[in-house]
């Protein structure tokens, strides 16, 4: 079982960065694919990145894939999600996530098994 804590979101001006953070509990985090998502009120939960179990694999969303960074320290049981010019539509809370391996290309959140609280991010313009 892995329990997940994201924590790093704020508020911050468009164009500006924030690094988010999930922390896991768990013996098993280092063979699970982490998933990052985002919810922005009345909207469905989005796809935002995923990384495999060895950090070689990852996959971003259109909006994702040309700013932000997903990245994993299996020895830190932590993945990270680095966010660069930031826009106002990136306004969101974000979720942390896990599952086996299936879960890398699918960009559903049906997929998944674990999921964090969230942490909200907010870009002012």
Request: one cysteine or more; a neutral charge; glycine letters at 12%.
């Amino acid at each position: 079982q892995v329990q997940l804590v994201e924590s790093g979101g704020g508020l911050v001006q468009a164009g500006g960065s924030l690094r988010l953070s999930c922390a896991a509990s768990g013996r098993t985090f280092s063979t699970y694919t982490m998933g990052w998502f985002r919810q922005a009120p009345g909207k469905e939960r989005e796809f935002v990145a995923a990384i495999s179990w060895n950090g070689v694999g990852t996959y971003y969303s259109d909006s994702a894939k040309d700013r932000f960074t997903i990245s994993r320290d299996n020895a830190k049981n932590t993945v990270y999600l680095q966010m660069n010019t930031l826009i106002p539509e990136d306004t969101a809370v974000y979720y942390c996530a896990g599952g086996d391996f299936s879960v890398l290309r699918s960009q559903l959140s049906s997929f998944y098994d674990y999921w964090g609280q969230g942490t909200q991010v907010t870009v002012s313009s």
